[in-house]
């Protein structure tokens, strides 16, 4: 029975990571309905990032501040400099492409990501980088199910973002601003929402939350390298479609799911197939309801 | 405009063509190759060290057969199709012999085509028994093989640990589920396999599959795989309070793994060749080596002396001749830093013994 919770408590950690990343994924699907291909390379730039700047901040910074604020400090600019990667790359390679074709976009996005890959692995080595070991691997021990403290960090604070986000986009005027625009474009604009500004910070916030999994994922596993946006990205892409794609909450939803469905069939029925249980469930649930668990039949044009 | 630009390409395009038109018949080339990109490529460079050493040691007395050595590399990315693309361009590129592959899954599907081209190939690492069972006479390794390696520890296991409870992880690769299984075989019923698991190449999370393995509640934890994921495997076990014992192999002993694992890595056991830091043949290397390149990774004085022993068949024979190539080196009993090689019909190493590393201070140093 521990070993059932402790697998939950796995997939719990893994499926928030997800959810970070499936965010930036179906924010920017609900406006643009584009796949931005090249989030993934965000999330890996965020582990990036955090990673430089803690080495470039530590020896600096380190005697005058204690290495919680150190990190929360790398954390958030972190996501800072990553959002100014996502909001860059919708100006340069998305915006002049916002009214053509929906395929020259992917298309875009494709070579956005290539080009992000390929741009690290040049300017940073193509060996692990690989963060000291500096973090208390201790946790606690609740009814033999072993909690780390990093793992409820990254719970918590995946919890605590996308509360965030939900309450942003929910109570607040910008919030608000930013539903009408992805629900009708063309009426947003009538309406007098100044278009440029609301997909903008939709990059912005979208690239902030893959930072931030980025981030979190460098701090958890210590060991990074420019490719791991893509296997990232593609099942945090999975996540997003089978909450729903273009659905906030089903976001969140598929990507704490796809993670749990990861842990519970790596752990109960074979490690050896661990990558195949989300995509077998996609496909079974795709075929039942296309439009994801959470998600709205696509709109009659009327 | 549109002329002019037509134009402009068809003139760029030609003279790409005549600049790689091949280097000309004045130097003899030879491949190294390897993972030089992606997560394992210290591994590829090291192996390209290893090779610049030797390559520049032989030009400053001249070269071989009155001409210079030139190396040329070959990044396999650990992916084997990758590798036979490589093997091809290698080839099309006119080399006489090739230093490689790293992963026995991209030297064995590269192997084929280095032998139908007829050309030499010397792995440094590849440990894999498949190998050299395919019956190349052309095909050799510098290293020990597999058979050797997983059933030195499983004794080891079994005879000076006295384990009894031990679980197998693997990365589905030929070398790493190969290793596993032959450690596995050579159990031989003397401990008891509580579990069997494969892990993929390039994940990070391996909580999942721990956690059900601790269930079973294993003394010992073998992996065969390389040590990106086996620096992640032993960070994951302690996390999870587990204190098994990890044993690995050859693909592990980096110090890579001893960052990845961070303070985890201390008393993790691994299999490998005897050292070569004291032996007096390995010294001028290892003075070259360090200062150039840091420490040396388990295979750059491998790749040293694979490129040593193809030179000095090529200077023996006196010509780049396959056959004859071939002929000289099953034949040649060669003293190079890593001591005397000698190659058996099959092209392994006719010696090629195996002893316990252990990570003490942060560092792998032979077990007492």
Redesign the interface.
Known sequence: MAQFFQQILNGLTLGSIYALIALGYTMVYGILELINFAHGEIYMIGAFLGFILFSYLMPILGLWISLGVLLVLVFIAAMIFTSAYGATMQHVAYRPLRFSNRLNALISALGVSIFLQNFVMVTQGSAEKVFPDILTNEGIILADVNISYVQIIIIATSLVLMLALTLFINRTKLGITMRATAQDMKMATLLGINLDFVISLTFIIGSGLGAAAGVMVMLNYRSINFFIGYLAGLKAFTAAVLGGIGNIPGAMLGGLMLGLIEALGAGYISSEYKDVYAFIILIILLIFRPSGILGENVREKV | MRFFLLAAGVVFALVLCISCGGGGGDTIKIGVAGP????Q??MG?DEVNGATIAVEEWNAKGGVLGKKIELVNGDDRRDPKEAVSVANKLVNEGVVGVIGHFNSSCTIPASTIYNEAKVIQITPASTNPAYTKQGFKGAFRICGTDDQQGRYAADYAVNVLKKSRIAVLHD?TTYGQGLADEFKKGLEGRAEVVAY????Q????????L??V??QNPEVIFFGGIY?EA??LM?QM????MDAQLISGDGTIDP?YI??A???AEGTLCTYSPSVDKLPSAKNFLDTYIPRFGEPGPYSIYSYDAVGMLLTAIKETGSTDYDKLAARLHEMKYEGAKGTSQFDEKGDLTVAPYIMWVVKGGKFVPCE
């Not at chain 2, 030089?36 to 997560?39: F, I, P, R, V, W």
């Not at chain 2, 390039?202 to 599959?209: E, I, N, P």
């Not at chain 2, 302690?238 to 309070?241: A, E, H, M, Q, V």
């Open positions: 030089m990109t992606g997560d490529a210290k460079n589905k698991e494969g892990i993929t390039g994940d990070k999370d391996f909580t999942a599959v956690t059900s601790k269930g990106p620096g992640l960070q302690r996390k999870l309070g890579e960052k990845i961070g303070n985890a």
